[in-house]
């Protein structure tokens, strides 16, 4: 498995993932546009993506502007391989290189992501929009790693 940073090519492919994921689903895939992705990859933040020869398995997109994790999906029959966790530790790498300001993100509860949230140190800060869970990550200690990854 490879990882890289997401370019502008790959957004097909992470718009599948994002719409064939089985938890955590667009009410309305029209939601999120080819250009919306390319301005979170480019403009607004960063994107990392991993590969399987040229089959991008997961990606991760981190926002710098409204300081939260636009997206973090795994391609279904990929679960469970470290994905998530490889990617989400270069999200959070990059993004407090950046900044000091806390990141947030957000997720439905009983699903698989809240779980891997909550193991990786993610804490839980209230309710978000339609009942999802919010959570936030503070930038860690300078000589502390960032923990559970």
Not at 2 to 26: G, H, Y
Not at 44 to 56: A, F, H, N, P, Y
Not at 77 to 88: F, H, P, R, S, V
Request: hydrophobic share 35%; glycine share 8%.
């Amino acid at each position: 498995m490879q990882f890289r940073e997401a370019q502008v090519t790959d957004i097909p492919q992470m718009m599948e993932i994002r719409n064939s994921v089985k938890e955590n689903q667009l009410s309305d895939p029209a939601l999120i546009s080819f250009d919306d992705y390319s301005t979170f990859i480019s403009n607004r933040g960063k994107g990392w993506i991993s590969l399987e020869d040229e089959l991008v398995t997961g990606f991760a997109v981190v926002d710098l502007v409204e300081h939260n994790v636009w997206a973090l999906f795994v391609r279904p029959g990929y679960e469970g391989n470290g994905i998530g966790t490889i990617l989400q530790q270069l999200l959070l790498t990059w993004y407090f290189q950046q900044t000091s300001h806390p990141v947030w993100l957000s997720t439905s509860p009983g699903t698989r992501a809240e779980t891997f949230y909550r193991k990786s140190g993610w804490h839980e800060t209230g309710v978000y929009g339609k009942g999802e869970i919010r959570f936030e990550r503070n930038k860690p200690d300078s000589n502390a790693p960032l923990s559970g990854l």
